[in-house]
């Protein structure tokens, strides 16, 4: 089982091309939420795995939340079928994070939480992949070319990456947490998370805003309303950006900063496979 967390698709991507290789079953965390689903059944010789993107040097907080909830059973088939907790069972569990240029202490983060409910994931990769996060003034979309060179190094990691978890090595890091870790997720991660991630700066031009609901079917946590939009203001906001980088006339902005940068999906130019 792989439970995943994108936002503007980039960690969709991974974790499907991962399940479809490995004959595991997606799970979307924002559907689980909903549905108010924490409770699952490990099968024989399955895996655990958790795809997500990194923000702000820190696992995003929806995964966090989720993770402190999440219950594992595990199915024995001798003599008789008996369930326990994924606390008491020696399981494969590995995580994948996608970032736009390194993880800093995200899988250490990770991995505490996952002690809390008795799991440890062994084996961790970071894939880079192309920017979304454009609401700092030193952050902007990738260039096409980079957007480009970026996705096809992932393309080129992926069968990598998947016959690691196929074949249940453990003790594998291969992450990218740039030069200062500690200070990125521990100082400025911890403010950004603290501080950066709500709704309160997303406003809408009514004037071109064209009333498509866009923004409110890919919003991974229910927060807007209406058209033109309205943020709900509900504390759930994960600052994914999905509602502004998915908006087709970039009516959505967040502050003034993002009024003079770019939009990006994955396969937004309709040339990537899948």
Same mark, same amino acid.
């Given at each position: 089982?792989? !439970?995943?967390?994108? @936002?503007?698709?980039?960690? #969709?991507? /991974?974790?499907?091309? +991962?399940?479809?290789? %490995? ?28 795809? !997500?993107?990194?923000? @702000?040097?820190?696992?995003? #907080?929806? /995964?966090?939340?989720? +993770?402190?909830?999440? %219950? ?13 907790k994924a606390r008491t069972v020696n399981c494969y569990c590995w995580a994948l994070t996608t970032c736009g240029d390194n ?102 031009d009514e004037d071109v805003c064209i009333k498509c609901g866009k923004c409110i079917k890919v919003c991974p946590v229910d ?11 509900n504390g759930r906001c994960t600052s994914c950006l999905a509602c502004y980088h998915y908006c087709p006339v970039h009516a ?23």
């Amino acid at each position: 089982m792989i !439970f995943y967390f994108t @936002g503007t698709g980039n960690t #969709k991507w /991974v974790a499907k091309q +991962i399940s479809e290789a %490995i004959g595991e079953e997606l799970f979307y965390i924002p559907d689980l939420i909903r549905k108010g689903q924490n409770q699952f059944e490990l099968k024989q010789n399955e895996t655990i795995g958790f795809c !997500f993107p990194t923000h @702000g040097w820190q696992p995003p #907080k929806i /995964v966090r939340e989720f +993770i402190k909830k999440l %219950i594992i059973n595990y199915q024995l088939s001798a003599p008789a079928p008996l369930a326990c907790k994924a606390r008491t069972v020696n399981c494969y569990c590995w995580a994948l994070t996608t970032c736009g240029d390194n993880i800093g202490e995200t899988m250490t983060i990770l991995n505490k939480d996952l002690a809390t409910i008795g799991l440890q994931a062994t084996t961790q990769f970071a894939v880079v992949m192309p920017e979304s996060y454009v609401c700092l003034p030193f952050m902007y979309t990738d260039t096409e070319e980079k957007e480009h060179a970026k996705i096809n190094q992932a393309r080129k990691m992926l069968p990598h990456i998947i016959s690691v978890i196929r074949e249940r090595t453990t003790g594998v890091e291969e992450l990218v947490k740039g030069g200062t870790p500690r200070l990125y997720s521990y100082v400025i991660g911890a403010y950004f998370n603290a501080r950066m991630v709500n709704d309160k700066k997303f406003t809408v031009d009514e004037d071109v805003c064209i009333k498509c609901g866009k923004c409110i079917k890919v919003c991974p946590v229910d927060n807007i309303q209406g058209t033109p939009p309205e943020w709900i203001h509900n504390g759930r906001c994960t600052s994914c950006l999905a509602c502004y980088h998915y908006c087709p006339v970039h009516a959505i902005n967040f502050g003034k900063i993002t009024r003079k940068r770019d939009q990006y999906y994955f396969n937004k130019r309709g040339d990537q496979k899948s």
